[in-house]
Each structure stands twice: as structure tokens, then as C-alpha cells.
């Protein structure tokens, strides 16, 4: 049986040692590979494709909520992630499910709750808090905003993260590898389908879905 690999990005030490106790205890003993901010752990899903899973931080440096999930989402579609927070009411279990996650694990879990979610995921499933009861989005215009997000391409969702980090065209393109023309078309597309008039109103509107997080 091959050795699964298990990504842990979270910014706190202790918290990182917590997920990797949850892990080491598992069977076969996975590898781990740690980050302490998104762009390392966004190296990491580069450099282990390989990779299982990865434990993320909600909230951690280098990005915002849950535009972090999104970038990881649209750039590294068959790697099962599971959200990892302290803020842990409903919404935001909730919204972190309809933008990809494949579990929700809050921070205030035991060790033994964290590995049964690990290995709830590694399985095929989706984990969740046992208090958690999946219900419909409060906000109806939120529940469309998601919707309109997922008709976004891989890469449209990237360069739409990339606006919200405050990237201007130019160094989009260079990040992506492509020509400015083509990273202008792309968020066009953006506008078009979020259906506001700029980048200004397109990373406003991102950031309503990360209005209900409290920490």
C-alpha cells in the first residue's frame, strides 16, 4: 500500500502540532508536510501532487477567508482539502462545503474527532461536526453570489482571487504564465458573470461570503 501524504497549513506551531499528533496516530503513519502561511502552502500542493489531503487554515497569512480554499480549489482540483477553524457556526461550515472543501474540522475537536475526520475524508466522504446541520444559505443574496462563482472556470477563479489580493493585470499575467490581453479577457468573464461593473465590485462581492467569520 502506498504512503499517503497529508498537507498541514496552519499558521499556529501548537495548533500544527496538534493536526500532526492527529495524524501520526494513524494507520500506515503518513508523511506530513507542513506550512505556516499560504504561500507555502500552496508550494507544498505544487511539490507533492502526490498529496492525499490538506488540512487548512481558514484564516491564515497571505490570504482572506475563503478566497485561500478557492485559489487552492481552482488550481489543485483533485486535492480533497478540509477546512480547519475556530469560527465554526453553521454558515461558515456551510459556505466552506458549497466552495469545494471536502470537510469541515473545528479547532475546539479532540485529537481523536480530528484523525476520525481526516479518515472520514480519505475514505471518500464528507466530514463534518456532529452539532452541524446542513441547511440553506440565509442570505439569498450570498446563495447567489456562490452560485454565480461556480459557473467561473478554474482559472477565472484564480484571477479572481488574484484581484482580491490586489494584484493588477500585469502581474496576474506573469504569475499565470500568459499574456495581459489574455488576463483582461479573463476578467471580463469575471464582471460578466458576477454581474458587476469592475474589479472594485467583483472583490467586494467575493468578500460577502466571508461576512459571517468572526476570527
Known sequence: MQEQTIIIADDHPLFRDALRQAVIGMEGHPEIVEAGDFAAARMA???????????????????????GLMALRS???????????????????????????SGFISKSSGIDDIRRGIQTVLAG??????????????DPDVADLIHRLHTLTPQQSRVLTMLAEGLLNKQIAYELGV????????????LLKLNVDSRTQAVIQLGKINMAMVA
Open 179 to 190: 499574456s495581459e490581453a489574455t488576463i483582461k479577457a479573463h476578467v471580463s468573464a469575471i
Open 75 to 101: 488550481e489543485f482540483a483533485g486535492l480533497p482539502i478540509v477546512i480547519i477553524s475556530a469560527t465554526d457556526d453553521a454558515t461558515t461550515i456551510r459556505r466552506a462545503l458549497e466552495l469545494g472543501a
Open 125 to 138: 466522504d464528507i466530514a463534518t461536526p456532529e452539532s452541524y446541520r446542513d441547511g440553506q444559505e440565509q
Open 45 to 67: 500542493a505544487g511539490e507533492h501532487p502526490e498529496a492525499d489531503l490538506m488540512l487548512l487554515d481558514l484564516s491564515m497569512p497571505g490570504v482572506s477567508g475563503f478566497s
